[in-house]
């Protein structure tokens, strides 16, 4: 977001999430915005580089008897790039078209896309592109409530899904209890519940990945690589060396899934070092090669 005269990819992200030219964006409006909006992202590399977490809390009661809740807020503008529209996104092909996060001094790095809408359909679809250094890292909210299992006390955090792409509100408000170990160590854990017309959003979201490599993200929470609560359809696809503290080091799926063509090595996780799938879903592979994953569950 600048006045350099130039259309960033976050200022085109924004424009056809606004249905809208955003800043020196100019569409090319041979068909009407919302038929087939895409960004097409010559060979180089492009570089997220503003801070800031777009996703909050509430504390319904300061005083710790209820537990705080998510609020998602969907700012373009800052941290990851937020889709709320139907769009493509389509690079000179993996080996040379990058969108990454700076690892420069100063800068708190983010997701790099999160896909998520209160109501309509979006479907969005990612192409020729390799995402890397997308990282989600765990907010501190308050202190919680008193353990029953010892005297170190409870911890309320803020945990965000999907270190390089997420689909669906992919956050949740976890209460870790250092007393106890294990799977038993925190309360709600998941990166959220899977968005359905009448729970958390009315939209209808979906994904879907065609030549593109995710590769070196990490999340604390679920889903280094890819997080989605929807439906998601892959190919060509390769998922590498994405490191998650907690389930889905590759993927975390929580929708119906068809992946095809597809690598998944070196990633690790606690749960599912290359994918970990839950929920009522039909998950499909073809021709794909896991190898070199981790995990402790």
Not at 64 to 84: H, Y
Not at 122 to 133: E, I, Q, R
Request: hydrophobic fraction near 35%; glycine fraction near 16%.
């Amino acid at each position: 977001i600048d006045t350099d005269g130039k259309c960033s990819l976050r200022e085109a992200v924004m424009s056809v999430n606004a249905q809208a030219n955003i800043g020196p964006c100019a569409a090319d409006l041979t068909q009407a915005w919302g038929t087939q909006d895409t960004l097409k992202l010559p060979a180089g590399t492009y570089t997220l580089t503003l801070s800031g977490l777009d996703e909050s809390f509430l504390d319904p009661d300061p005083s710790g008897t209820l537990a705080p809740v998510v609020v998602n807020v969907g700012d373009a503008t800052l941290g990851d790039l937020d889709i709320s529209r139907s769009m493509r996104i389509e690079g000179a092909g993996a080996a040379s078209t990058a969108v990454q996060w700076s690892s420069a001094d100063g800068v708190t790095r983010d997701r790099i896309f999160h896909v998520n809408a209160d109501a309509g359909t979006v479907a969005v679809t990612l192409a020729g592109l390799t995402l890397t250094g997308g990282q989600t890292l765990q907010q501190v909210i308050k202190t919680g409530p008193a353990s029953g299992s010892g005297d170190q006390q409870t911890t309320y955090y803020l945990r965000r899904a999907g270190g390089a792409i997420a689909v669906g509100p992919a956050a949740a408000v976890v209460l870790v209890d250092p007393n106890v170990t294990g799977q038993a160590n925190s309360a709600g854990r998941g990166g959220s519940k899977k968005p359905t017309a009448t729970e958390e959003t009315g939209a209808t979201l979906s994904i879907s990945l065609s030549g593109v490599v995710v590769t070196g993200n990490s999340a604390q929470g679920d889903g280094a690589g890819v997080y989605t609560a929807a439906a998601m359809t892959a190919s060509d696809l390769v998922v590498s060396n994405n490191s998650s503290t907690t389930n889905g080091g590759g993927v975390y799926n929580e929708g119906n899934t068809s992946i095809s063509n597809a690598t998944f090595s070196g990633n690790t996780a606690e749960g599912g070092g290359g994918f970990f799938g839950t929920g009522s879903n039909t998950v499909n592979f073809s021709g794909a090669t896991f190898s070199g994953n981790k995990a402790v569950g």
